[in-house]
């Protein structure tokens, strides 16, 4: 059974259709990569998936079970997280409460397992805990919105364009943990990304979106190495 399998999926915002009728699936321990140029509609997607964002038509089922009409946080509970590119933590409260405040729905005893279990996975934020997440780098902010959606324990994560204007020693840091939730940790990762070439190279399968349509739909690999569909809409040449 497929993680998601969405149907003729149209999305939008008010009366805006920026989706215009998307079908796809991703399975289980997969990672799932979207690409497109600027306004093609993946953090829509993205947004659509989770609930965030108008549905004109189409059907998303997740893990089997119709979701299309549920609230953001029922998804959530579901196993669904999903990681924005921005406005992604708390500036103004340190590390450690943005964590705990993303597990407030455990009792004490869980929120310590999970949260030894996050710093496990996530060594590097060990140093900042008590830190404001108002003076860390953009990298390191990332981290702790990285860290807020594993202490929930998801089934599936979503990532949009979780590598924007990092460091290319942060970014590849970023793309070495997303990895290992597939690898080492069994979930399925759907990821939104502009470094078309590095996630390609890193994804399972892969989907174009080109101005609210499907223009590709396949092995990660072959979409990186289509002469025509990496040179006109990802801007990769050999």
């Known amino acids: 059974m497929a993680v998601f399998d969405v149907e003729n999926l149209k999305v939008g915002y008010g009366k805006l259709e920026i989706l215009h009728g998307v079908t796809f ?3 289980k321990n997969e990672l799932f990569v979207i690409v497109g140029p600027n306004g093609s509609g993946k953090s829509t997607l ?5 609930g965030l964002a108008t549905i004109m038509g189409g059907k998303i089922l997740f893990n089997g079970e119709d979701v299309t009409k549920l609230p953001p946080h029922e998804r959530s509970k579901k196993g669904l997280a999903y990681h924005p590119q921005l406005n992604n933590t708390f500036e103004n409260l340190s590390v450690r409460e943005n964590i705990l405040l993303a597990g407030y729905f455990l009792d004490r005893d869980e929120l310590e397992r999970r949260l030894e279990k996050v710093l496990e996975f996530l060594p590097e934020i060990r140093g900042f ?5 108002r003076t860390l780098s953009g990298g390191e902010r990332q981290m702790v ?3 807020m959606n594993m202490i929930k324990e998801p089934n599936t994560v979503m990532f949009d364009e979780p590598t924007a204007a990092l460091s290319p020693k942060m970014a590849d840091l970023i793309f070495d943990r997303i990895v290992k939730l597939k690898t080492e940790y069994g979930l399925t990762v759907v990821l939104v990304e502009q470094n078309a070439k ?5 994804g399972d399968r892969a989907m ?4 609210g349509t499907v223009k590709f739909l396949g092995p990660a690999d072959e979409l990186l190495t289509h002469e025509d569909l990496a040179s006109m809409y990802l801007g990769l040449r050999d």
């Open 208 to 211: 174009l979106l080109v101005t």
């Open 145 to 147: 919105a990285f860290a």
């Open 129 to 133: 805990m008590d830190r404001k997440v």
């Open 46 to 50: 993205l947004k659509g998936l989770f």
């Open 25 to 27: 699936k991703v399975e």
């Open 198 to 202: 590095k996630a390609l190279e890193l």
